[in-house]
């Protein structure tokens, strides 16, 4: 069986848009964008018409690299004012011989029931466990004999109006959502592994212009807060300091600077236009200070936020964002963090930048519910699944449509 997914996250600087073929338990990328964003802002919708046409953009980008259109999606959102709150749920078995997809899906409807969503809407609904009769910490009971089948459920809420206008700019932009999630639960899912799902951890998404701290508790997000400061503050310190225009200063930060000044080399120049007739040129040790102390100040604060969230032990800290991918950054996160913390290495063909963490890892997500419920999903068609034949003219189309539908074709 092979399931393809689209998954997308509406940054304030970037859209990114993963597409993902799930083939015997693997994920594999056909295609990855990232592409300019505006009108958004630490994932709020400020200007629908600019950030519909920032979406088609991407859009056009990603489709014509795949040469089929995309419908659908899964979208990330962010967890800004986000609730959390701790269902229970309890059904009795459609049949008592084995528990099947159905009934953990009846179980969980019935662990919301009770909820009222008056200014919220519901976002994740992320089991903590089942009992099936009297069997406790039960992960997946799918198979298990039964006569009843309980649950305790986190679930979480956001504002209604800023969800609805994330939703609306998807709709404009002729996309259908099929579901959302936090983008820090897509995070999670990057890194997600057995060890994982038996600690507590944190992770840190350095954003454009906010820093979003979420704790996770065996797999399972049960705290987030998010920090006025981001990757935009460097640029704007490199500006202030060395006289750049704000464009000037994301390439000087990117392309040129570290993030530990004592790697950097006094000797190695840059050169950008102050204006028409003038120039000037700096050095990456100079630069690299200024990066070096805005940097530390935020994983400073990230830091005392996760102390602020939680009295756990923490026993993983994972940093993600564009900004990690500045060199040295791992360095500096070990040495405000210990060994705890590392920054999360996408090492996935087609993707292999930590811009792209939320949006890949929401698939897996998306992918991990289906999986629990028995059921598969493809946001592709039959027919667009044969125009993925132009990717590879080498493949027969017999082959190629096995490849992408797998069991779906066979008789």
């Known amino acids: 069986m092979s399931d393809i997914y689209t998954g997308i996250d509406l940054g304030t600087s970037r859209i990114k848009i993963v597409v993902s073929q799930k083939v015997n338990d693997k994920f594999h990328v056909l295609a990855s964008v990232s592409s300019p964003s505006k009108g958004i802002k630490n994932g709020f919708v400020e200007d629908t018409k600019l950030a519909v046409a920032s979406v088609k953009n991407a859009l056009k980008k990603i489709e014509n690299s795949l040469g089929i259109k995309i419908e659908k999606v899964v979208a990330c959102i962010p967890s800004v004012n986000c609730k959390m709150n701790i269902v229970l749920g309890a059904v009795n078995v459609v049949d008592y011989n084995e528990i099947t997809g159905v009934d953990i899906s009846n179980v969980l409807l019935d662990a919301m029931k009770e909820e009222e969503f008056k200014s ?15 069997q406790n910490d039960i992960k997946d009971p799918k198979g298990m004999k039964g006569s009843t089948l309980s649950t305790k459920v986190v679930i979480s809420t956001v504002p209604k109006e ?26 999670y899912y990057c890194i997600k592994n057995h060890k994982y799902d038996e600690l507590v951890g944190a992770i840190i998404n350095i954003g454009e212009e906010s820093t979003n701290i979420s704790v996770f508790n065996k797999g399972i997000q049960i705290k987030n807060s998010t920090l006025p400061v981001g990757s935009l503050n460097v640029d704007k310190d490199i500006t202030y300091v060395f ?21 950097a080399d006094a000797g190695d120049l840059y050169t950008f236009s102050i204006d028409k007739e003038n120039t000037k040129e700096i050095n990456q040790l100079g630069v690299s200070k200024v990066v070096e102390a805005r ?117």
Do not use: C, W
């Not at 919220?120 to 009297?134: C, G, K, N, R």
């Not at 006289?243 to 790697?263: M, T, V, W, Y």
């Not at 994983?299 to 602020?308: D, S």
């Open 120 to 134: 919220d809407e519901l976002v994740t609904a992320m089991p903590i466990s089942f009992t099936v009769d009297e």
């Open 162 to 187: 800023p969800l609805y206008r994330i939703l609306e700019v998807l709709k404009l932009s002729g996309l259908e959502t099929v579901d959302i999630s936090f983008a820090s639960v897509g995070d």
């Open 243 to 263: 006289k750049a225009s704000l464009k000037e200063s994301r390439r000087i930060k990117e392309d040129f600077s570290l993030a530990i000044a004592n790697h």
């Open 295 to 411: 940097v530390r100040e935020i994983l400073k604060l990230a830091k005392n936020e996760i102390k602020n969230l939680t009295n756990r032990e923490i026993r993983y800290i994972i940093v993600t964002g564009g900004l990690t991918e500045l060199s040295g950054f791992s360095e500096l996160v070990e040495q405000e963090f210990g060994f705890v913390a590392k920054v999360l290495a996408m090492t996935t063909l087609g993707i292999r930048h930590n811009q792209y963490s939320s949006s890949y890892g929401i698939i897996k997500y998306f992918d991990d519910k289906l999986e629990l419920r028995g059921k598969h999903y493809n946001m592709i068609s039959k027919d667009d699944g044969e125009s993925l034949l132009t990717m590879d003219s080498s493949i027969s189309k017999e082959n190629m449509l096995n490849k992408v539908f797998g069991d779906i074709l066979k008789p």
